[in-house]
Structure formats: C-alpha cells, structure tokens
C-alpha cells in the first residue's frame, strides 16, 4: 500500500463481525487514516466526534481499540466502499480508476446486517450500483473535513435519525 503517491492499492480491512447491523461506508480511507491504520484517522475528520455525539459516549479522545469497542457493542461496524483507488492526496473528487470491495461475503458474515449509512456523496456515488441489494441504504453528510456546509449538529441530527431504528432505543435524544 502505497500512502505518499498517487496509487492507493488495499483500503483497511472491515471492521464488522456476525453482530453487525449496521454498517457505516466511507469512500475510501484518506491519506492520514492508511498512514495510521484507523478508520477516520483525520484529527480534523468529525466522524468519531460525531459518533460520540449521536451515542452518548465520548470518543474522539479514546484510544482506537476502544473506540471501535464502543460501535462493535452497538452492531455498528465500518468499512469503505472502494478497495483501492487512484487519487492526488485525500480528496473523494479526484477519485479515479477505482476499483470496489468485494461485498458478495459480506452478507454471510454479517447475518444481522440490515443497513447501509453511506458517509458522503462519493460515497454514494462509487458505491449505490455496487452494493448488496435487500439492505436499507442511507446518504448521509460527509464527516471529512471538506464537507463544511452543515454545521456539527445539523449532521448529529440526520445521523442519528439514520441510526436510532437500528439501535433498539440505546440513542440519546
């Protein structure tokens, strides 16, 4: 995997296991998050801050183990859309010759798995004709950075409305 050119072969390995209900797809992890390893591992990404928000557990300042601990016990588990791309630093836009993960074994691991939270437009994009189908499938405001047009709480709101059904009443108001 390569973190400093332009080819990026071999996204993360999902984060997801038989109790997985819902599953939350980026694009494809950014420069910062390959180079650490960890989903979302952009300081100035709002996912974790986000999540935290829409649980009612603080994360963003938790180690990463225990972050992902957190959505494991909720059925929450992460993955990207694309599993290797081409692409100038982070940015979803100049996305080129990507390449999909493989969703068809997904389902088999995840026989809970009921919904799909595409996090962002490009994820949508890359990832609505690619998906498994029989899922619910949602659209949500980009975490990224880049994606400053809805304030934080404008973002909780809609998040948590996605997840709350799925959450079986564990979400704060």
Not at 1 to 21: C, H, N, Q, W
Not at 29 to 57: C, D, H
Not at 127 to 144: F, K, N, V
């Amino acid at each position: 995997m390569s973190v400093t050119g332009a080819k990026f072969e071999g996204g993360l390995a999902p984060i997801v296991d038989r109790y997985t209900e819902v599953l939350i797809l980026g694009s494809f992890p950014s420069v910062a998050s390959l180079a650490s390893g960890e989903y979302y591992g952009n300081p100035r990404n709002q996912f974790w801050r986000l999540m935290g928000l829409v649980l009612g557990v603080p994360l963003a300042g938790r180690p990463y183990e225990e972050r992902l601990a957190v959505l494991s016990a909720r059925g929450i588990g992460l993955w990207d859309v694309l599993a290797s791309c081409e692409r100038q630093g982070s940015l979803d836009h100049s996305i080129r010759a990507a390449r999909p993960n493989d969703f068809s074994a997904l389902r088999a691991g995840c026989p809970r798995l009921g919904s799909l939270l595409l996090n962002g437009q490009a994820a949508a994009r890359h990832g609505r004709s690619r998906l498994p189908a029989g899922l619910a499938l949602h659209t949500l405001p980009s975490t990224s950075p880049a994606a400053a047009a809805l304030s934080l709480e404008s973002k909780r709101k809609l998040w948590h409305a996605a997840l709350a059904p799925h959450l079986h009443g564990t979400l704060p108001a």
